[in-house]
């Protein structure tokens, strides 16, 4: 099952001070092991632009869709055996400490 793994920022990031994940090791092991099939750090929410049509107008704007202080930051494709495995491979992700990470399935189309 593929699941798109947004990382977001937080708020409320963990205080604990014990020894933070690293994000170069996390993305070496779940590369090596198959489960992370891509992934990026996005641009800023500076540099964002929202496209919508409505009623047959084209409206570009810039920024994010949304005003939030929490945005994406970035994104990680992952392949699992099913959502229990990915909540695994998140939690060992440092921004499930300094951020929270946001699970999706992907649907298949031609199912």
Not at 21 to 41: Q, T
């Amino acid at each position: 099952m593929k699941y798109m793994m947004f990382v977001c920022s937080d708020t409320e990031p963990d205080t604990d001070t014990g020894d933070m994940p690293d994000i170069e090791k996390w993305v070496a092991e779940n590369d090596s092991r198959g489960r992370r099939l891509d992934g990026s750090v996005l641009g800023p929410t500076s540099a964002a632009t929202t496209v919508r049509v409505r009623n047959g107008r084209l409206l570009v704007s810039d920024g994010p869709f949304a005003e939030t202080k929490e945005v994406i930051v970035g994104y990680d494709l992952l392949e699992c055996a099913d959502l229990d495995e990915a909540i695994e491979v998140a939690r060992a992700h440092p921004m499930a400490r300094n951020g929270r990470l946001e699970l999706r399935p992907l649907i298949d189309l031609d199912d």
